[in-house]
């Protein structure tokens, strides 16, 4: 299966910060990507999917990018909603598989 | 959209369980459907899926073997059969509704129904 790696495993940030995580597959996925949003309690929300497409109804201040094996998920300007856990998917190769995660907290 | 799994509950290791799924609100043959699990405190881990129009299953190492994945289409339900469950099975089990007919990205989730593995 293909491993993904996100760095960093969590961050603390403030409010208005621009942040950054990066997700690595150990082989090609293309743009076959998705990253995903949770917090405590909840179930998952997609973001985005296709490495850069913006799911409908998320604020245009989550972007990705990235091909291949490299990817990135931006937060332009941090909100006091985005503290969460965030995990980017593979579905190039089956089975499709997730990172570990990167937990945004308050600095 | 709405995706409301059932099913969850207390098991002795060994045992079997099978998780119920029921969506609405989008044309359910269209796409396909997946079971993602969360163990306590741990990440995202995907489990099973099936492509929508009868398409093909596909299942994570984890599970291949013990977990069948099935649709009813005249009930727009998935179910997740789950046999010899170990106790690394434990964790919350979430139906999701993929963007596509094919696997892919999960687009839509339900909140998760709770499943222990436990002596």
């Known amino acids: 299966a293909i491993r993904m790696t996100q760095s960093p495993s969590s961050l603390s940030a403030s409010t208005g910060d621009r942040v950054t995580i990066t997700c690595r597959a150990s082989q090609t996925i293309t743009s076959y990507l998705a990253w995903f949003q949770q917090k405590p309690g909840e179930a998952p929300r997609l973001l985005i999917y296709?490495?850069?497409a913006l799911q409908s109804g998320v604020p245009s201040r989550f972007s990705g990018s990235g091909s291949g094996t490299d990817f990135t998920l931006t937060i332009s300007s941090l909100q006091s909603e985005d503290f969460a856990t965030y995990y980017c998917q593979q579905y190039y190769h089956y089975p499709p598989t997730f990172g570990q995660g990167t937990k945004v907290e308050i600095k | 959209v709405q995706i409301l799994e059932s099913g969850g509950a207390l098991v002795q290791p060994g045992g079997s369980l099978r998780l119920s799924c029921a969506a609405s609100g989008f044309p359910f043959n269209n796409h396909a459907m997946t079971w993602v699990r969360q163990a306590p405190g741990k990440g995202l881990e995907w489990v099973a899926g099936?492509?929508?129009?009868?398409?093909?299953?596909y299942y994570a190492d984890s599970v291949k073997g013990r977990f069948t994945i099935s649709r009813d289409t005249s009930m727009n339900t998935v179910f997740l059969q789950m046999d010899s469950l170990r106790a690394e099975d434990t964790g919350i089990y979430y139906c999701?509704?993929?963007?596509?007919?094919?696997?892919?990205?999960?687009?839509?989730w339900g909140q998760g129904t709770l499943v222990t593995v436990s002596a």
């Open positions: 999701a509704k993929d963007g596509t007919l094919h696997i892919t990205f999960p687009e839509n």
């Open positions: 296709a490495a850069s």
């Open positions: 099936m492509s929508g129009r009868g398409g093909g299953t």
